[in-house]
């Protein structure tokens, strides 16, 4: 296996892994910021969704799914999933060492919100497992910085989402119900802690009347990975061709890549990698 001083570090990829395809969100952002980075995306859409796994389960199969994207030679590993930044990030950098960087989704924003909303309200809507860990909560009483987290439980909408119903009556009745929720009011910010949401966030502002800010962490994230490579002088040299990214599923579907175009941005070819033969 390339290590990252054994090989031209600059020119290797960039890994993003993510329970399904719901961390496409975040690799679009990161396309957008680096647009000449190369991409290796492993979706395990096999176990999904790691939001009702155990801490135990998903760090088996975060381990696993670095050692596919170690055997890709990828410089910097971006775990691109809420529910697997706080059951596995110290595990996967522990695992990787020195061979690529790592970055998780919950570090990056935990310090922005520190830094924006010190001493305010902030709301939280993820998964029952990014929810249940506490891990945005340690994270953020760590900066000392007076923000008082109200974090909340949201497991339909994964589903709604992934269902084609982010809009519409159905979906503007399921927002609503969780938004009026008591735990959520007062609120100046609401953090979406899970990467399908972005694709609600419409939905989610209009509801709030421009009375509550609706932060997407992909930009921070995508922001911080910037920074990560160039500390390290490892961003990739412009060049005139395209890179060519590469996705990969632990299960495939048709209905996983029908919906590539609605979390990339357009249309990907993905190919089947599963974890376990």
């Given amino acids: ?29 990161v396309a957008q910021r680096l647009p000449h980075e190369r991409l290796v995306y492993f979706g395990d859409t096999a176990h999904l969704p790691y939001g009702e796994k155990s801490t135990a389960a998903i760090q088996a199969y975060a381990v696993k799914i670095c050692d596919v994207l170690l055997r890709q030679h990828c410089k910097l590993i971006l775990i691109a999933c809420n529910s697997a930044s706080a059951a596995a990030y110290e595990l996967v950098r522990e695992y990787v060492g020195s061979k690529a960087q790592v970055v998780g989704m919950i570090d990056p924003v935990a310090q922005h919100i520190g830094q924006h909303y010190a001493g305010r309200p902030v709301g939280l809507i993820g998964t029952k ?63 979406l ?15 709030y009347r421009g009375q509550v800010a609706v932060l997407d962490p992909s930009d921070v994230v995508a922001a911080t990975v910037a920074e990560a490579l160039a500390a390290r002088q490892l961003l990739a040299v412009a060049t005139a061709v395209a890179p060519l990214h590469h996705f990969y599923v632990s299960d495939f579907t048709r209905s996983f890549e029908e919906s590539t175009r609605i979390f990339f941005g357009h249309e990907v070819q993905l190919e089947h990698y599963p974890l376990w033969e």
Avoid: W
């Avoid at 891990?135 to 992934?162: C, F, N, S």
């Avoid at 802690?193 to 509801?207: D, K, N, S």
């Fill in 1 to 29: 296996m390339t290590t990252a001083s054994a090989s031209a570090g600059p020119a290797r990829p960039i890994g993003i892994f993510d329970s399904g395809i719901g961390g496409l969100t975040v690799a679009r952002a």
């Fill in 129 to 191: 497992q990014t929810v249940s860990s506490n891990a945005y909560r340690k994270k953020i009483d760590q900066l000392d910085q007076g923000v008082e987290l109200h974090a909340l439980a949201t497991p339909l909408l994964i589903p709604m989402i992934e269902e084609g119903f982010s809009e519409g009556r159905v979906s503007e009745e399921i927002i609503r119900a969780y938004l009026a929720h008591p735990a959520l009011q007062g609120i100046d910010a609401l953090l």
């Fill in 193 to 207: 802690a899970c990467t399908h949401f972005p694709l609600i966030r419409p939905q989610i502002e209009a509801y």
